[in-house]
């Protein structure tokens, strides 16, 4: 039972992962930027949740909603006024300003009064219910982590392969200038891929929420997020989901079967073993190009 109960939280953990993982890849393969604030982007939509529920006394589903909502607008708006005008500069340069823009958002909401000096829990109804079977005891926060996440991948894969935005975002991440020319307007598929990275970051910020305490440094959960992103293979959405479970496991059986300690590191050096024999990572193709 305790191998069961280790697999599920494992799971959950890695959802998360995977998810904030999910953005990191959806604008690399459109733009070939590394967002290296996604996991602020995750900070503030927990933030949007905790304000819409607790502070508004709205319902969690629909707080969940709203906040998503917020957050790809702030996509939006993080796309066309901060990163469209450096387009076409080295991309060491965005990286900066993406990294940047991490340290903005974690000042910003430091300095908002009685906020962002404090640790918040988001005491939803069902943050301590669980479900027994058996000898089994399953945290419900951590099951709907779980269900919601293949929901929203089940809705991505329908967007990107049923849509005609979805196959213009598809296009655009292939090949920007042959989409160009075919009539994709390419800067406002950039401009959704950063809503819905951000979209997808704030339901991570939402799910994790119940099942963590939510301040100001959450947003560092994004540097496990990028090493699942990387494990995958970083221009893989499958890669993505699959190396966020690898990396929840990879903790949950660290911290439970290895000395104190080893849970924080034991994902960077399984990390380290995979890119030294599969430098692309798990499900990451070699790409060439000309010169």
Do not use: H
């Amino acid at each position: 039972m305790q191998l069961a109960q280790i697999l599920i939280s494992g799971i959950a953990q890695g959802c998360i992962y995977g998810l904030i993982a999910l953005g990191f890849v959806l604008i690399y393969k459109a733009t070939e930027t590394v967002n290296f604030a996604q996991g602020e982007l995750m900070m503030l939509g927990a933030f949007a949740g905790l304000a819409i529920y607790a502070g508004l006394g709205w319902p969690f589903p629909l707080a969940c909603v709203i906040a998503l909502g917020v957050m790809a607008l702030a996509g939006l708006a993080i796309e066309r006024v901060v990163l469209r005008p450096i387009l076409g500069q080295p991309a060491f340069a965005i990286v900066l300003v993406t990294i940047g823009l991490g340290y903005v958002a974690r000042g910003a909401v430091t300095m908002v009064p009685n906020v962002g000096t404090e640790t918040f829990a988001l005491d939803v109804p069902y943050r301590f219910a669980t479900v027994s079977a058996g000898a089994l005891v399953i945290s419900v926060p951590q099951l709907i982590v779980i269900a919601v996440t293949a929901a929203l991948c089940v809705a991505l894969f329908a967007l990107f392969r049923y849509t005609k935005i979805g196959i213009a975002m598809q296009a655009t991440s292939q090949n920007q200038l042959a989409a160009y020319y075919m009539g994709i307007p390419v800067k406002r598929m950039f401009s959704l891929i950063w809503a819905i990275s951000a979209g997808v970051a704030a339901v991570a910020g939402v799910l994790l929420a119940p099942v963590s305490l939510i301040d100001v440094n959450l947003g560092f959960i994004g540097l496990k997020a990028f090493a699942a992103a990387v494990l995958g293979g970083f221009g893989s959405i499958l890669g993505a989901l699959i190396g966020g479970l690898t990396i929840g496991l990879i903790e949950m059986f660290a911290g439970t079967y290895l000395p104190q300690g080893f849970k924080d590191v034991a994902a960077y050096v399984v990390l380290l073993v995979v890119l030294a024999v599969r430098p692309q990572g798990m499900f990451g193709t070699v790409g060439r190009k000309k010169v």
